[in-house]
T-cell receptor, first 116, second 105 residues
């Protein structure tokens, strides 16, 4: 059974960067695709992008182009999301999800709070 | 840009009722649609993919239908565990609908 374990919550200063990790167990990164989804407090789900490690392919939602980077450590079975130039509007719960037909597996989410 | 519109935004219902949630897409997506259930403090849970295929372990009271631009999720005989927010998603592009909150009447 696939499990996705995400790094812990963090408080970040405006203008700084944050990196969130998502470690996969029970499966292999090289046979999987991953999406990142965020959810601002009290709001809906927002897809921010995907990474396919085996193809070295990344696809970012247009509004995050230039501020968002996904990477993968295939040996460690971990994918990463880095978001730069944080503002208060980036305060949200960030989820990683393994893609299949739909997204069958999700991490528990990482709360990123942007505050001075 | 693909847009998914869910209705209603909120549905107040009593346990035991049957409900139908709607998701409309701005472009035809064939049957590449998924439905998720999300409870407070939890990650979304995949219910339906391919517009009508129940994910593993999902009870038969959840039924998805539709193709093209109009989709529905029906829940027969609503149980207390079903009160949650439901999202549709076009999973090739990742786009989510705004969600429907199903609350106890």
């Amino acid at each position: 059974q696939v499990r996705l374990e995400q790094s812990g919550s963090a408080v970040q200063k405006p203008g700084s960067s944050v990196r969130v990790s998502c470690k996969m167990s029970g499966g292999s990164l090289i046979t999987s695709a991953f999406s990142w989804v965020r959810q601002a407090p009290g709001q809906g789900l927002e897809w921010i992008g995907r990474i396919i490690p085996s193809a070295n392919m990344r696809d970012y939602a247009q509004k995050y182009q230039g501020r968002l980077t996904f990477s993968a450590d295939k040996a460690a079975n971990i994918v990463y999301m880095e978001l730069r130039g944080l503002t208060s509007e980036d305060t949200a719960l960030y989820f990683c999800a393994r893609e299949g037909a739909g997204y069958p597996d999700w991490g528990r989410g990482t709360l990123i709070t942007v505050s001075s | 840009e693909l847009v998914l519109t869910q209705s209603p935004a909120t549905l107040s219902v009593s346990p035991g009722q049957r409900i139908t949630l709607s998701c409309r897409t701005s472009q035809s997506i064939n049957t590449r649609l998924a439905w998720y259930q999300q409870k407070p403090g939890q990650a979304p849970r995949l219910l339906i993919y391919g517009a009508s295929i129940r994910a593993a372990g999902i009870p038969a009271r959840f039924t998805g239908s539709g193709s093209g631009t109009d989709f529905t999720l029906s829940i027969s005989s609503l149980q207390s565990d079903d009160f949650a927010v439901y999202y549709c998603q076009q999973y090739d592009r990742g786009t989510f609908g705004g969600g429907t909150k199903v609350e106890i009447k």
